[in-house]
């Protein structure tokens, strides 16, 4: 079984409306992330968090909100989708020795 | 500021060695990494460098830092179709623990 999944795998939904991608791991780490990739600018930084309590903003957090609802389970929230999100989302982990980073498989959102 | 960069594109014949190039900006980095993303699938972890080696060698692939250059490369000898991928560079900053950089990503094609 995979160490960090992500739901739904794919999502088109229209402008306007509110998404929520769920993040899940096993890999028992209190470090989770969320990333977006678009082509041609690597992945970018929407929201980080430390431990259940702790939640940070990266670099890219406007239109964005997450919840930490469980040490395994980190969801991202767009409230209000508009089509420049239309991206590559990675969820994350990592250990505090290298700060390697684990990921899931990705969700593919289209805001139409 | 903080960044990391990487040309986007290489083109290597099989059985030949390709050298992907990074450079970045923190002196302070404290680990550096080289991620692989086959299609459809997360970011791996393929190797990482602590900040005080030149050098790492694991099987078919070298990475040589250069810190003075703020240079990291990436070889991996006898490339082969397998090989195919998107790699990413990324830093881990000194001054957030919990922070990666990512670089925009090389994506490695192969030819006959």
């Known amino acids: 079984d995979a160490d960090v999944t992500q739901t739904p795998r794919n999502r088109i939904t229209k402008t306007g409306k509110r998404i929520m991608l769920e993040c899940s791991q096993t890999?028992?780490?209190?470090?989770m992330y969320w990333y977006r990739q678009d082509p041609g600018l690597g992945l970018r930084l929407i929201y980080y968090s430390f431990d259940v309590k702790d939640i940070n903003k990266g670099e890219i957090s406007d239109g964005y909100s997450v919840s930490r609802q469980a040490q395994a389970k980190f969801s991202l929230s767009l409230e209000s989708a508009i089509p420049n999100q239309t991206a590559l989302y990675f969820c994350?982990?990592?250990?505090?020795?290298?700060?390697?980073?684990?990921f899931g498989p990705g969700t593919r959102l289209t805001v139409l | 500021g903080e960044d990391v960069e990487q040309s986007l594109f290489l083109s290597v014949r099989e059985g030949d060695s390709s050298v992907i190039n990074c450079t970045y900006t923190d002196s302070s980095s404290t680990y550096l990494y080289w991620y692989k993303q086959e299609p459809g699938a997360g970011l791996q972890l393929l190797t990482y460098i602590f900040s005080n080696m030149d050098m790492k060698q694991d099987q078919r692939l070298t990475v040589l830092l250069n810190k003075k250059d703020k240079h990291l490369s990436l070889r991996i000898a006898d490339t082969q179709t397998g090989d195919s991928a998107i790699y990413f560079c990324?830093?881990?900053?000194?001054?957030?623990?919990?922070?990666?950089?990512f670089g925009s990503g090389t994506r490695l094609s192969i030819r006959p």
């Open positions: 890999k028992g780490h209190d470090r």
């Open positions: 990324a830093e881990s900053m000194a001054s957030s623990a919990s922070k990666i950089i």
């Open positions: 994350a982990t990592s250990d505090y020795d290298r700060n390697e980073q684990f």
